[in-house]
Nanobody, 127 residues
Framework: QVQLVESGGGLVQAGGSLRLSCAAS????????MGWFRQAPGKEREFVAA????????YYAQSVKGRFTISRDNARNTVYLQMNSLEPEDTAVYSC????????????????????WGQGTQVTVSS
């Protein structure tokens, strides 16, 4: 099993930046592909970004492409989400998720592929 704890959320003005972190503990972090998801009030959870086990492959939702960057540091057991040019529409609870993958290159955008979830961190973007 792996435990996930997010940090780095907060209140920021439109156009600003935040960097979210997701610290993992438990089994070997490099066994897991990681994803970031978000859920705004009254809306379904949606995919934001994903990264494979060694960080070579990344994938983004169209709504954040070019503004957000997912990365990971396997030595620190941490995955990051750098968020730039934030918009009010980015306001949501952001959660990281992990899934152990057999093949190094694999990553997923579907939430039901992930087995482990953090509690989430609130990001609020004011206009």
């Amino acid at each position: 099993q792996v435990q996930l704890v997010e940090s780095g959320g907060g209140l920021v003005q439109a156009g600003g930046s935040l960097r979210l972190s997701c610290a993992a503990s438990g089994r070997t972090f490099s066994y897991y592909a990681m994803g970031w998801f978000r859920q705004a009030p009254g809306k379904e959870r949606e995919f934001v970004a994903a990264i494979n086990r060694n960080g070579a492959n990344t994938y983004y939702a169209q709504s954040v492409k070019g503004r957000f960057t997912i990365s990971r540091d396997n030595a620190r057991n941490t995955v990051y989400l750098q968020m730039n040019s934030l918009e009010p529409e980015d306001t949501a609870v952001y959660s990281c998720a992990a899934v152990e993958t057999r093949y190094s290159g694999t990553y997923y955008s579907q939430s039901n592929r992930y087995d482990y979830w953090g509690q989430g961190t609130q990001v609020t973007v004011s206009s």
